[in-house]
C-alpha cells in the first residue's frame, strides 16, 4: 500500500491539475512509511505470533493509521482545490479504498480498518454530520462483521494447524513405517512405469531407488519362478486396471535370496475419470510365510523323527488305493511297533527314548531306502508303505531286514540299549482296497506277531480277525479276574540233588477261565503285558507267594517270577518290601527270578534297582539263562544267588550226539566259579535227573519229582516230610504226531495193509497186523519214493510198536516231512483196487 497511496497522490495532481498543499504532501509521505512498515510488523508476527491487543495495535498502525493519514489529506487538498479538483480527490480515495480492499481480502478486520480510517480523514476535515452518522454506522456493521470475521478466521486457522498437523504426523508415521521397514510404498504411471517407490526397496533388491523410477513395475518381481499364481494375478490386475490386496509376490532381490512381499494396490483416475496409474503398498511376507511352511511340515511330517506323520501316510495311501488305474492301486502296509521301548522310557527317561526313536527312524529309512514310504504313526509306532504290487518273498526279506536292523545295539547318551521290533503286513487289494481296511489288517497281522513271540513278521490271514477278537475279550475277562480274585499262584517244588528235599517252591501264575478252562501263561501273559496289567499282576504274585511261605517251614523259600516291565518300575523296591512286612517272613526266603531281558539296557538304573533288591536282603535269581541276552559281562556286577538252567537245554540232553550236556557242565562251571546255585528245570525223565545229578546241578526242578501244585497240595505235601522221591519214566521219547494214513509193509514177498495212529523221528504205532513176534524187520512204504526198513519192537492183538532204522526228517516247525501218500489204482467202476492180506 505505501508505493500505491504515493501514486494516488501523484495521480490526483495530474488529473485535478493541482499540486498538493504541504500538509496533504506530508500526510501522504508519513502514510506511505507507515504502510511500508507493516511487512515488517507481518514477519514478526510469523516469527512470534501476537496477543490479541498487540495484533489490533499493530493492525491499527500499519493499516489504520496509513489509511487516516491519507483521508485527511486528501480531506485537506480536497477542501483546498474546489470544484472538479474536489471531485479527483473523492475518486481516489474510492480508488484507494478499493485497492486497500483488494490487497485485505479474507482479512476483514484490516479491510474494515483500512476503510473507517480512509473515510474517519475526511470526516475530521468536513465534520458533516450525515457523514459522520453513515461512517459510524458503517463503523458499527464493520466492527461487528470484522469480530465475526475474526473469530471464524480463528477457527479456520485452528482447522488449518490441526489439518496441518495431523498431515505432518502422518508423514511422520509413514516416514517410520518405510524407515524401519515395516511396509513401503510405490506409485506407477498409466504405462506401469514406477514413478515413486520406497528408498527401502532398493536396499532389498540391491539397486539404486532413484534408478527405478521410470523402470516397469513388475522388475520388482521375479516373474520365472516356478510358483508363478502371484506373478500371473499381479499381471492381470495391472492389465485390468482392477484393484488388489494381499497379493503375495517373490521379490527380485540380489543374490537370489528368497523374500516374499504382499503387496495392494488401487488404481488412480484424475477429475475426468481418466486413469493415471496405480498407487498401493507392500509388507514383507517372508518370516510369515515361513511359519506357515513350518505349520504345513509340522502338519505332514513328524517333529522328532522328520518323517511323514500320521497325516501324511493316510493321504498318501489314499491316493494310491484311489489312483485311475487298477494296477496302480496295489500296495503293501507294514506296521513296525518296537518291543521293549516302553522300558527305555521308563529306565533312561523320555529324552532318551526320544534320541532312541530318532535313531530307529534313520535305520529304517536305510532299510526301506527307495522301496518305499517311511512313516511315524505316533509313540513306538511306525508304518512303511510300499507301492505296487510285490511278492511275498520279497515283503517278508525287507520285514526281516528291518526287523535285524532295529534289534541291533544302540549307543543312548553313554548306554547299551537293545530292542526289538514286531512287523504286521497287510497288502492292497488282497486284503483290502480302504486305507481303513487295510490299516486294520494291518494291526491284526501286528498283533499276531506280538503273539507269536515278537521279533517277526506276520502276514494277515483272515483268521486274524477272530483272533483278534478272542485276544479283546480275553483282555477284559483278565481284567476282571485281577479285579474279582480270578487268578491263583500254584506251586513247583526245587529239590535238592544231594539231598532229595523240598529246599523250595516256584510261583507259577494260573488262570481258570470260567467258560475257557485252564490257560496257559504263555496265552494270557503277553496280553497282560500290551494292557499294562503285568505291573498289577506282579505286585498280586508278590503278596499272594508272601503269605503263602509264611505258612510253610522255615528253611522253605518261594520264588516268584518278575517281568521286565515290573523289574523297570522304581516302585518295585516299595511293593517287596510291603509284602514282606505284611507277610512278617525273613527276607531271604523269597527268591526273585529275573530274566536277562533286563539287561538290554545296559543302564545305571539297573544297577540301581540290584543294590535296593539286595538291601531288602532278597534271594535273585537268573531265570532262563542262556535263552536271551548273550552277553555275560553282567554277571560280574549283578549280584545272582542263584542261576537257572533253561529247559529246552536239559531236553535231549541224554539223546546221543547232544551237545546240551556240554552247555548244562560250562553253565555249573561258571556259577560255582560266582559261588551261585543252579537250578535245572523241565527235568522229567530219571535219565535226565541222573545227567544233571552228574554234571553238578545243586538244585532240580520238574515233573520228575512233581507237577506244580495248589497252595493246599504244597502244604500237605511239607506236612509229610520234606524227602521226594523221583518218579517218571526212565528216558524220553521224541515226540510223537497222531495221525491215520493208508501204508504198506512188506515182508519178503508177502504185502500187508496197515494204518499209521501216531509217529515219531524214530518210530510209529501200526495198527493191522496180528500177533507179529518182536524183532521182525519189514518194507515199510510211506509215500511216493519213501520207503523205511523198520522193526517191530512189541505186539499187542492187532497194534505194534516199530522203530525206524533212519530217524525221519522235520520241517522249521518240528514236523515230520513225509511224502504224499501213493495213489493206488482205481478200477473201471471207480474203487481203489486192493491186494488181500
Known amino acids: ?15 485535478s491539475f493541482s499540486f498538493p498543499p504541504q500538509a496533504t504532501l506530508t500526510c501522504v509521505i508519513m502514510a506511505a512509511l507507515l504502510a511500508s512498515a507493516g511487512k515488517w510488523l507481518a514477519r514478526f508476527e510469523r516469527n512470534k505470533p501476537l496477543e490479541p491487543r498487540t495484533k ?137 512405469s514406477i514413478t515413486y517407490v520406497s528408498p527401502t526397496i532398493g536396499e532389498v533388491i540391491g539397486r539404486d531407488a532413484a534408478r527405478l523410477v521410470g523402470r516397469p513395475f513388475t522388475e520388482l518381481f521375479i516373474l520365472d519362478d516356478h510358483s508363478r499364481e502371484g506373478e500371473r494375478t499381479l499381471a492381470f490386475h495391472l492389465s485390468t486396471r482392477s484393484s488388489f490386496q494381499e497379493l503375495a509376490v517373490r521379490a527380485a532381490t540380489k543374490n537370489f535370496e528368497e523374500r516374499w512381499w504382499s503387496i495392494n494396490g488401487l488404481p488412480v483416475y484424475d477429475e475426468f475419470n481418466n486413469f493415471q496409474g496405480f498407487r498401493g503398498s507392500g509388507s514383507d511376507l517372508t518370516e510369515r510365510r515361513r511359519s506357515e511352511e513350518k505349520v504345513t511340515r509340522l502338519a505332514h511330517y513328524d517333529s522328532l ?19 485311475r488305474q487298477e494296477e496302480q492301486r496295489a500296495c503293501a502296509v507294514f506296521l513296525i511297533d518296537l518291543d521293549r521301548f516302553k522300558q527305555v522310557n521308563d529306565t533312561l527317561g523320555h529324552p532318551a527314548g526320544d534320541a532312541l526313536l530318532t535313531q530307529v527312524s534313520q535305520r529304517l529309512e536305510r532299510v ?22 510285490v511278492q511275498n518273498a520279497v515283503l517278508a526279506q525287507l520285514a526281516e531286514r528291518a526287523i535285524e536292523a532295529l534289534s541291533q545295539p544302540y549307543s543312548i547318551e553313554g548306554h547299551r540299549v ?38 517277526r513278521h506276520h502276514f494277515y490271514a483272515q483268521d486274524l480277525h477272530s483272533d483278534a477278537e478272542e485276544r479283546r475279550q480275553l483282555e477284559q475277562d483278565l481284567r476282571d479276574a485281577l479285579t ?39 496265552k494270557f501273559i503277553p496280553i497282560a503285558e500290551d494292557a499294562g496289567l503285568i505291573v498289577q499282576i506282579g505286585e498280586w504274585a508278590l503278596r499272594t507267594a508272601c503269605r503263602d511261605v509264611a505258612r510253610w517251614p522255615e528253611g522253605v523259600r518261594v520264588a516268584v517270577n518278575v517281568s521286565p516291565l515290573q523289574f523297570a518300575s522304581p516302585t518295585l523296591p516299595s511293593v517287596v518290601t510291603n509284602a514282606i512286612a505284611a507277610a512278617q517272613i525273613n527276607p531271604n526266603r523269597l527268591e526273585l527270578e529275573i530274566t536277562e531281558s533286563v539287561f538290554l539296557n545296559d543302564s545305571e538304573g539297573t544297577d540301581a534297582m540290584f543294590a535296593a533288591l539286595k538291601r531288602i536282603g532278597v534271594r535273585l535269581a537268573l531265570d532262563d539263562f542262556g535263552t536271551g541276552y548273550s552277553s555275560l559281562g553282567y554277571l560280574k556286577k549283578a549280584p545272582f544267588d542263584k542261576i537257572k538252567i533253561d529247559q529246552s537245554f536239559v531236553r535231549g540232553a541224554t539223546i546221543q550226539g547232544s551237545r546240551n550236556g556240554a552247555i548244562i557242565s560250562s553253565i555249573v562251571s ?20 541222573d545227567l544233571v545229578r552228574m554234571l553238578g546241578c545243586s538244585h532240580v526242578q520238574g515233573y520228575i519229582y512233581a507237577k506244580p501244585l495248589t497252595p493246599e497240595d504244597a502244604s500237605q505235601l511239607m506236612a509229610r516230610g520234606l524227602g521226594v522221591v523221583a518218579n517218571g519214566p526212565r528216558s524220553a521219547r521224541p515226540p510223537r504226531q497222531t495221525m491215520l494214513r493208508k501204508v504198506s509193509l512188506e515182508y519178503g514177498t508177502e504185502r500187508y495193509e496197515a494204518t499209521i495212529r501216531n509217529i515219531s523221528t524214530t518210530g510209529a504205532l501200526v495198527s493191522g497186523l ?18 523205511l526198513t523198520v522193526t517191530a519192537r512189541w505186539s499187542k492183538d492187532d497194534r505194534m510198536g516199530i522203530e525206524f532204522s533212519q530217524p525221519l526228517d522235520v520241517d522249521e516247525a518240528g514236523r515230520i516231512v513225509l511224502m504224499p501218500e501213493k495213489r493206488r489204482p482205481v478200477g473201471p467202476d471207480g474203487i481203489r483196487l486192493r491186494k488181500a492180506g
Open 305 to 323: 523323527t522328520g518323517l511323514a506323520n500320521r497325516l501324511q501316510m493316510s493321504q498318501m495311501l489314499e491316493k494310491i488305493l484311489t489312483a
Open 1 to 15: 500500500m505505501g508505493p500505491l497511496l504515493l501514486s494516488a497522490m501523484v495521480a490526483n495532481s495530474l488529473f
Open 770 to 787: 496180528w500177533n507179529v513176534p518182536p524183532g521182525t524187520v519189514f518194507s515199510l512204504e510211506l509215500g511216493e519214493g519213501q520207503v
Open 368 to 389: 526301506v531306502d527307495r522301496a518305499g514310504r517311511v512313516g511315524r504313526l505316533g509313540g513306538d509306532e511306525f508304518q512303511v508303505i510300499i507301492p505296487g504290487r
Open 484 to 522: 474279582n480274585g480270578g487268578l491263583e499262584l500254584y506251586y513247583q517244588p526245587v529239590v535238592s540233588t544231594t539231598t532229595e528235599k523240598v529246599t523250595g517252591f516256584e510261583a507259577l501264575l494260573r488262570w481258570n477261565h470260567p467258560v475257557r478252562g485252564q490257560l496257559s501263561p504263555a
Open 56 to 192: 489490533a495495535a499493530a493492525l491499527t498502525i500499519a493499516v489504520g493509521l496509513p489509511m487516516l493519514l491519507f483521508g485527511v489529506a486528501m480531506a485537506v487538498w480536497n477542501a483546498d482545490v474546489q470544484g472538479e479538483g474536489g471531485a479527483t480527490s473523492l475518486a481516489t480515495m474510492a480508488v484507494v479504498g478499493m485497492m486497500a480492499a483488494i490487497f485485505c481480502a479474507n482479512r476483514l478486520p484490516a479491510l474494515v480498518t483500512a476503510q473507517l480510517s480512509l473515510w474517519v480523514g475526511l470526516v475530521l476535515v468536513t465534520r458533516d454530520p450525515v457523514v459522520i452518522l453513515v461512517l459510524a454506522a458503517g463503523a458499527v456493521i464493520g466492527s461487528y462483521a470484522s469480530i465475526r470475521q475474526a473469530r471464524e478466521n480463528r477457527a479456520m486457522q485452528e482447522r488449518q494447524i490441526a489439518v496441518e498437523r495431523a498431515q505432518h504426523r502422518a508423514e511422520l508415521i509413514l516416514n517410520d513405517f518405510e524407515q524401519t521397514r515395516q511396509g513401503w510404498f510405490w506409485e506407477t504411471d498409466r504405462r506401469g
Open 670 to 689: 561258571l556259577a560255582e566259579a560266582l559261588d551261585m546255585e543252579t537250578t535245572a528245570e523241565g527235568v522229567e525223565t530219571l535219565d535226565e535227573l
Open 418 to 455: 537293545v530292542i526289538g521290533a514286531s512287523v504286521g503286513i497287510a497288502m492292497s487289494p488282497e486284503n483290502g482296497v480302504t486305507s481303513e481296511a487295510l490299516i486294520r489288517n494291518a494291526d491284526l497281522a501286528l498283533y499276531a506277531a506280538k503273539d507269536g513271540g515278537r521279533g
